[in-house]
Each structure stands twice: as C-alpha cells, then as structure tokens.
C-alpha cells in the first residue's frame, strides 16, 4: 500500500514537474538546474564522507551513490519513451514523438554514465572491468539500441515517417527493459540483487536518496531542454518559416 | 583485524576508482548540460 502510494506520488511529482518545466519559462528550468546542482555537490559530501564505508566493499561502495541513480534515471527515461511510443501510434501528436525523442536521448545518456560507473565499481570488486554477465549485458544491448534509434530519427527527413518508425522501433526495444530489471533474479549471476532500505546502513540510504534527488532535477532539466528542441526542429520541419520574397510581397 | 576489516571493508583502498567515477559522472553531465545549451531552439530573427 506504502509502495503504491510513493509510485502515484512519485509520477504525479515528475509528470507535474515535467509539464511545468517545459511550459513555464526558462528561469524555471534554471532553477531546478541550480538546486540539481546544490543538491549534487552536497550529496557527494554526505556520500563520500558522512556515509560509513562498506563492510564488503570498503569505500569503493561510495560509487553505487551515483552508478544507481544514473541508472534508474536511464530506466526512467527509456520507460517514458515507451509509454510515449504506444501513445504516438494510438493518437498521433508531436509533441508525444519530440517527447520519445528527448527520452531516447536522455536515456542513453544516463544509461551509458551508469553502465561506465559500474564497469569502474567492477574493476576492484569483481577483479574486471567488463563481464558478460546478464545483466550487463542486457543493459549494453539498450544502449546500442537505443543510439540505433537516434541514429533512425537522424536518417528519415519525413517527420511523419519518422515518428511512425521510431515509435515501432522505440517499442521492440522496450522489451528489454523488464529484462534489464529482472535479470538479476532470474538468472542469480554476478551482478547482485538489488537490495533493501532495511538491510543497510542509515546513512547510505540517505546519501542514495540525496544524490538520486539531485540525478532526478537534473533529469527532469534535461528532458524539458531536449524535448524543446525536439519540438523547435519539429515545428520548422512541419510549418517552414516563409520566405523572404513571400514576406517582402 | 577483523574489527578494523569491519570499520575499513574486506577492499581496502580504492579512494582511486571512487574519484574517477565521480569526476567522470560530474564532466559528463556539464559536457551533456552543455550540449543541450548550445542546441537550444533560438527565436528566428
């Protein structure tokens, strides 16, 4: 009941957060880019030196306080270009296909930061950089597909064409978004499961949560900014500005 | 030992890889912030 009440929160939090940042003014968008910031440089201070050391992982765990919220923004991101797919191909809008574009990209972004940060956690933990493991795997097959898809919208001209193929595209992908999630229960390998609130420290949860904050009003900058200029390029593409000789007419 | 194993972790170390992750995760959201900054849709004229 608890979980379920944070989640209709949560999505009203970010939704409402979304809307208002890409329709308010951009002093807004600044703002929450400052307190992303704020909250950023103090959430290292409390995760690098409030939080205890692991009893495992000694202070290398310090780096889980930003590998985990940069893929949870990642998932966040890539689910949203999902739900935003479905929707274009049910009721066709630009604004849903400018808002599968900026989720794509966003995606990818904080989808590659973690998956670099936890080959960085893996070196002095696992002893390698790289393994095969599944869930990593799965992860590194989103990214590819997911710079496939950007690489789609940047080799179709018709916008029509283009949000009709990206969406379908933005959909198959999806499915590896629940394998991404659940692989770590379903094949039990090296990557561990993910854990509970209740089973640590205090304070690691707080300084997870701190920088996951902050990660989430940096994210919510950057979808609003790049969904603009999604739908900036979209606008030009569909209602060319006039030219000069019909304005001088 | 295994007091201070406990206080310390079973890794011993490893400020390195922690600084290099977080100064990577920093540089990386200036350099996309910024990209964003220089894409960003401009009134026409």
């Known amino acids: 009941m608890t979980h379920a009440l944070f989640t209709v929160v949560g999505l009203v939090v970010v939704g409402g957060g979304l809307y208002l940042l890409v329709r308010g003014p951009a ?32 202070n290398v765990q310090r780096i889980m306080y930003v590998h985990v919220p940069a893929q949870w923004m990642a998932l966040m991101a890539v689910t949203l270009n999902f739900f935003c797919s479905v929707a274009y191909l049910f009721r066709p809008g630009w604004a849903k296909d400018a808002l599968a574009e900026a989720s794509a990209e966003v995606g990818l972004f904080f989808g590659a930061v973690g ?3 936890g080959s960085i956690w893996g070196k002095p933990t696992w ?30 001209d018709d916008a029509e064409r283009r949000a009709v193929w990206s969406a379908v595209v933005g959909i198959i992908i999806a ?12 094949w039990r390998s090296l990557h561990q499961m993910q854990s509970s609130p209740s089973t640590v420290d205090p304070d690691m949860v707080r300084a997870l949560r701190w920088n996951a904050f902050a990660f989430l009003a940096l994210w919510l900058v950057f979808l609003s900014s790049r969904y603009l200029i999604a739908r900036a390029r979209t606008q030009r593409e569909v ?11 | 030992m295994t007091l201070l194993l406990a206080e310390a972790g079973r890794i011993q170390g490893g400020w390195n890889y922690v600084w290099t992750a977080y ?7 200036a350099l996309y912030a910024w990209s964003l900054w220089l894409r960003r849709p401009r009134k026409e004229p």
């Open chain 1, 175 to 186: 499915v590896d978004i629940p394998i991404i999630w659940f692989s770590v229960r379903w």
């Open chain 1, 127 to 156: 002893g390698v950089y790289w393994s095969w493991d599944p869930r990593l795997t799965s992860e590194a097959i989103l990214l590819v597909a997911y710079a496939g898809y950007l690489a789609l919208r940047r080799f179709i």
């Open chain 2, 23 to 29: 100064g990577l995760t920093w540089g990386a959201l």
């Open chain 1, 115 to 117: 998956l670099v940060l």
């Open chain 1, 27 to 58: 002093s807004l968008r600044a703002g929450v880019a400052v307190l992303g910031l704020v909250l950023l440089i103090s959430g290292a201070w409390y995760g690098l030196s409030v939080a205890p050391p692991d009893r495992e992982m000694g």
């Open chain 1, 239 to 249: 209602a060319p500005p006039p030219l000069a000789a019909e304005v001088a007419t």
